[in-house]
T-cell receptor, first 113, second 110 residues
Framework: GENVEQHPSTLSVQEGDSAVIKCTYS??????FPWYKQELGKRPQLIID?????GEKKDQRIAVTLNKTAKHFSLHITETQPEDSAVYFC????????????FGKGTHLIIQP | DAGVTQSPTHLIKTRGQQVTLRCSPK?????VSWYQQALGQGPQFIFQ???????QRGNFPDRFSGHQFPNYSSELNVNALLLGDSALYLC?????????FGPGTRLTVL
């Protein structure tokens, strides 16, 4: 089955700086890669997703890049703000997102004032 | 437009008991997936229901079973509870495609 590795487990950045979280996946059949943000005690919320027919997608301060050959994808957050502090999870699935998601272990992002 | 809802919010059970968790999908969604999230970990896929059938299953024992009703709502049943079943149980609904999560049910097994 699919295996998703996520790094780093904890990331501390100064407010206003950029943050990058990286994930690798093992199953070449995976073609859908969402990112979720989970605040303490809350549900995971989708922040951005990418399908394998594109290499990059951007939404305001958030961008995701995908390298299918190397089987890795990354989340980029620019101009970080205190409200960006949370745990971020990457995930992968096949079937264009129709299948169950395999999640990474999460990255705790801390924005230092 | 109502989002994904789950009940109950919290539940405490003892080892060996059985539990049923409920999920109502987002309006217009017909697919429900269930996940188990242990403390400090990412969610793990249990199974997915579509058209009242189990469409896909993750690596969970038969003690975990489910059901989907004609209105697309779903139940997760866990029999013979173990201490290790203590976790946040999340359901996610989709069309299928992008999955939107409910708030979860926190299950504690004593």
């Amino acid at each position: 089955g699919e295996n998703v590795e996520q790094h780093p487990s904890t990331l501390s950045v100064q407010e206003g700086d950029s943050a990058v979280i990286k994930c690798t996946y093992s199953d070449s059949a995976s073609n859908y890669f969402p990112w979720y943000k989970q605040e303490l005690g809350k549900r995971p919320q989708l922040i951005i997703d990418i399908r394998s027919n594109v290499g990059e997608k951007k939404d305001q301060r958030i961008a995701v890049t995908l390298n299918k050959t190397a089987k890795h994808f990354s989340l980029h957050i620019t101009e970080t703000q205190p409200e960006d502090s949370a745990v971020y999870f990457c995930a992968a699935s096949s079937g264009g997102g129709a299948d169950g998601l395999t999640f990474g272990k999460g990255t705790h992002l801390i924005i230092q004032p | 437009d109502a989002g994904v809802t789950q009940s109950p919010t919290h539940l405490i059970k003892t080892r060996g008991q059985q539990v049923t968790l409920r999920c109502s999908p987002k309006s217009g969604h017909d697919t429900v997936s269930w996940y188990q999230q242990a403390l400090g970990q990412g969610p793990q896929f249990i199974f997915q229901y579509y058209e009242e059938e189990e469409r896909q299953r993750g690596n969970f024992p038969d003690r975990f079973s489910g059901h989907q009703f004609p209105n697309y709502s779903s139940e997760l049943n866990v029999n013979a509870l173990l201490l290790g079943d203590s976790a946040l149980y999340l359901c996610a609904s989709s069309l299928p495609g992008t999955q939107y999560f409910g708030p979860g049910t926190r299950l504690t097994v004593l």
